[in-house]
T-cell receptor, first 115, second 112 residues
Framework: GAGVSQSPSNKVTEKGKDVELRCDPI?????LYWYRQRLGQGLEFLIY????????KSGLPSDRFSAERTGESVSTLTIQRTQQEDSAVYLC?????????????FGPGTRLTVL | DAKTTQPNSMESNEEEPVHLPCNHSTISGTDYIHWYRQLPSQGPEYVIHGLTSNVNNRMASLAIAEDRKSSTLILHRATLRDAAVYYC?????????????FGQGTILTVHP
């Protein structure tokens, strides 16, 4: 079956521009997560969506970052006024339900380069 | 979140068993222990998880210490495809449940 997909796979932008990254979770998965991975580093949690509940935004690094999710489908992560330190791979994951025992399925990521 | 300690790197030869250790001495009683791995240029993939008992699946085995302060991921016969960064992640319940906190992991190199 189809896994988690993300688009674009690569994005190069100029400092100060806005970017929008897209995630299509596995159908039927109610939980969706965004992570960021800087070069040579581990993953940092950004935001978590579960159904129609208020998202957990505790990992967003600044107010330039925002994310939305429509129901239990597509999610978009928006970075406004990009900075060079935003350069990273942005990874999306989904799971059937939230919880410490549920496997997360990751997409291939979007590599963002801010010049 | 519970803190974890893993070796920075380990090496193995193909077709030999690999034991990847993880210390998580601050783990709480309700934290599951997850292992994920990340192959080069890919997103992480789930390997295995457990709570108290040892666990086996088609990919690996997970041995959990009786006091739950450490665990060991066992790859029974390493292949070249197993070369990856392996992350040990205690996953908490409560308001942070589901959120994975990745550390630096262990870089596993498999020699042919």
């Amino acid at each position: 079956g189809a896994g988690v997909s993300q688009s674009p796979s690569n994005k190069v932008t100029e400092k100060g521009k806005d970017v929008e990254l897209r995630c299509d979770p596995i159908s039927g998965h109610t939980a969706l997560y965004w992570y960021r991975q800087r070069l040579g580093q581990g993953l940092e949690f950004l935001i978590y969506f579960q159904g129609n509940s208020a998202p957990d935004k505790s990992g967003l690094p600044s107010d330039r970052f925002s994310a939305e999710r429509t129901g239990e489908s597509v999610s978009t992560l928006t970075i406004q006024r990009t900075q060079q330190e935003d350069s990273a791979v942005y990874l999306c994951a989904s799971s059937l339900a939230p919880g410490p025992y549920n496997e997360q399925f990751f997409g291939p990521g979007t590599r963002l380069t801010v010049l | 979140d519970a803190k974890t300690t893993q070796p920075n790197s380990m090496e193995s030869n193909e077709e030999e068993p690999v034991h990847l250790p993880c210390n998580h001495s601050t783990i709480s009683g309700t934290d599951y222990i997850h292992w994920y791995r990340q192959l080069p240029s890919q997103g992480p993939e789930y390997v295995i998880h457990g709570l108290t008992s040892n666990v086996n699946n088609r990919m690996a085995s997970l041995a959990i210490a009786e006091d739950r302060k450490s665990s060991t991921l066992i790859l029974h016969r390493a292949t070249l495809r197993d070369a990856a960064v392996y992350y040990c992640i205690p996953s908490a319940g409560g308001t942070s449940y589901g959120k994975l906190t990745f550390g630096q992991g262990t870089i596993l190199t498999v020699h042919p």
